[in-house]
């Protein structure tokens, strides 16, 4: 905070040399006082992004970087992209495999350590299709259920001691995980273990509002990743991250829960 106050000093002095148009410098003055506090709490934050060497999870930790987010960066594998993102004093945490169903997260709790988590952003995820037809494959269904489902579950569980008040939890989830907006049909592995891991968001928002922590669960948009090319539209994953990093700012205790599209938007169940 030394920072903050040496920064508030230098321009309260300059208002006081600016009295010939006070108002104006005031004004200015205080917008840049608060995009430079914002700037110091988000630096005094952590995060922890799973799947974060491509696609979504890299925008985010890019994004969360250069907000001056201390970031541990959790994949299978890390990526070229993912190296050279600075972490802020966050480290890289590799050989994560949530498809495993007996995944060991032992070395993600070492890497961690003691250290709070303040966003816990649960983002690995996987896609295939599955249609009633020739293309129902069981295998594939359950490994999307191992995945989108048990994965946040299980990451979620294995730091829940980092979890510290006001701590936040978010599910990166899908609209296609909703029952009633459900008009299209097929895409079973993926749809049901979206509606799963909605279900298991909500009843973490009851079980974590005790101790002050809020759980929410996200849509990140029709995105541009390796997961949707076969349908080659959609938007940017940076254009995502901006818009999933704004819902998460303004996320908190009193709408803990909810499911929202990243462009704001409450979603149906």
Request: charged share 15%; proline share 3%; aromatic share 6%.
């Amino acid at each position: 905070m030394f920072i903050m106050d040496s920064i508030i000093s230098i321009i309260k002095l300059f208002i006081l040399k600016r009295s010939v148009i006070p108002n104006l410098v005031s004004l200015t003055c205080r917008a840049i006082m608060h995009t430079v506090t914002r700037i110091v709490q988000m630096s005094e934050l952590t995060a922890l992004i799973t799947g974060a060497n491509k696609g979504i999870g890299l925008a985010l930790t890019q994004q969360l970087s250069a907000l001056k987010f201390k970031i541990f960066a959790v994949c299978r594998n890390t990526s070229t992209e993912l190296n050279s993102v600075d972490l802020n004093q966050g480290s890289i945490v590799e050989n994560i495999d949530l498809s495993d169903p007996i995944c060991n997260l032992d070395p993600l709790k070492v890497a961690i350590g003691s250290t709070s988590i303040n966003w816990l952003i649960n983002n690995a995820g996987i896609l295939s299709v599955e249609n009633f037809d020739e293309t129902l494959d069981f295998d594939a269904v359950r490994k999307q259920f191992e995945v989108n489902a048990i994965g946040p579950i299980r990451v979620t569980n294995a730091l829940k001691a980092n979890l510290i008040q006001n701590s936040k939890v978010f599910i990166i989830t899908s609209r296609m995980g909703s029952i009633s907006d459900n008009t299209s049909g097929g895409m079973y592995g993926y749809r049901m273990s979206k509606a799963a891991v909605n279900m298991a968001g909500k009843s973490l928002a009851v079980d974590l509002k005790p101790s002050g922590i809020s759980v929410h669960l996200l849509h990140p948009g029709m995105v541009k990743t390796d997961m949707t090319k076969r349908w080659g539209q959609g938007i940017s994953t940076e254009e995502s991250a901006a818009g999933l990093i704004a819902q998460m700012q303004s996320s908190s205790m009193e709408n803990t829960g909810n499911f929202k599209h990243m462009n704001g938007e409450e979603l149906p169940w």
